[in-house]
C-alpha cells in the first residue's frame, strides 16, 4: 500500500472530485488521511462547502485538508532565492540576477518551483504522523514540469555550490593559513543552504521513484484526446521513473439507456472502454459513473468505495 498518492490528468477530468472521494474512503478504513491540493484554483473548498485555506483542517478526526497558494508560495521562494544569490554572488551582477529573477516569477515553471518546495516539505513533515497523503494536482502539463524539476533543479544547485567553493577557495588562499580551505567550507552558511536544498531534492526524487511510498492515479474520461493525452502524459512519467498504478475512468454514463442519441453514446464509450484497457494493461482500472449533478461533498460517500482498488 502505498502511503502518497497524486491524482492527475487532463483539466476538469475529475481530479479533485476523485482525490476527495479517494481520501474520504481513506479516511472511512480508519487510516489518517491528509488530503492537500495544489492547483491554483482550488475548488476542494467547493467540494466540502467551506473555505479551506494555507493551515491543516480537520474536516472529521481521520480526514484533514490543505490549500496550497502557489501564488504566495511562489513569492516566497523567489524571495528565498534571491536572499541566498546576494550571498552567493558579487553585487555587480545582483541587479541582473534580481531581474531574471523577477521575470522567472511571472514565467511559466517558477509556480511549480515553488509548490515543489512546499510538497517536499509537507512530505518529509507529515509522513510520519499521516497513513496517507493524498494530492490533488492542477492539470497535466503543470504536473508533469513539477515532477521533472527535481533533476533540473540538481544540476542548478550543483553550479551554485561549484561557484561558492572556488569563491570560497580563493578566500582561503589569501587568510594567509589562519583557517583553511576544509574550516571554510565546513562553516561557510551559504554552502550549509545550498547543500540542505540539495538535500531536499535528492530526498523527494527517491520519493517520487519510490513505488513501495508513492503512486500516481491518472482521472480520465472516455474521450478520444483525453485517452491520447493520458498515454501520453503516464509514458512520460514512466520515463522519469514515477510509478503509476491506477487509471480512474470518471463520468460513465449508466447503462440502460433507451434512446437511441444516448444509446450511440454508450456505444462509442465501450469501445474507448477496450481500447483504455488495452493501453493501460496491468494497471487498476477504476470506473465512476456519471452522478446526475455536480459532486458535493454528500456525494462522495456514494463513489468512494470504487476506489478501494487504488490500494
Ligand atoms: N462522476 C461525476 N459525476 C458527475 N459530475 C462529476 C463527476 N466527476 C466530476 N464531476 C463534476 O465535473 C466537474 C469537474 O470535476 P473536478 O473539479 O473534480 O475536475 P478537475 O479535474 O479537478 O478539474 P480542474 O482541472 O479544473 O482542476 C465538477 O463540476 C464536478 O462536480
Ligand atoms: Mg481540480
Known sequence: MSRIMFFGGKGGVGKTTSSAAYAFHCADQGLKTLLVSTDPAHSLGDIFE?????????LNPCLHVLEIDPEQESQKYINDIKDNMKKVVSPVIIEEIE???DAAYVSPGAEEAAIFDRLVD????YSEEYDKIVFDTAPTGHTLRL????ELLGGWLDSLLAKREKALSLK????LGNKNKHEYLLNDPI????NRRKTNLERARSILIDQKLLNFVFVMNPERLVIEETKKAVRVLEKYSIPVNSIVVNKLLPDNLQDDFWKQRKALESSYLQEIEQAFAGKNIVKIPLLNADVRAADLARIAPFFAEVG
Open 50 to 58: 467551506q473555505k479551506i485555506g494555507a493551515t491543516i483542517k480537520e
Open 99 to 101: 531581474k531574471q529573477l
Open 122 to 125: 509537507i512530505i518529509t513533515q
Open 147 to 150: 515532477l521533472s524539476l527535481p
Open 172 to 175: 582561503s588562499m589569501m587568510d
Open 191 to 194: 554552502i550549509g543552504i545550498l
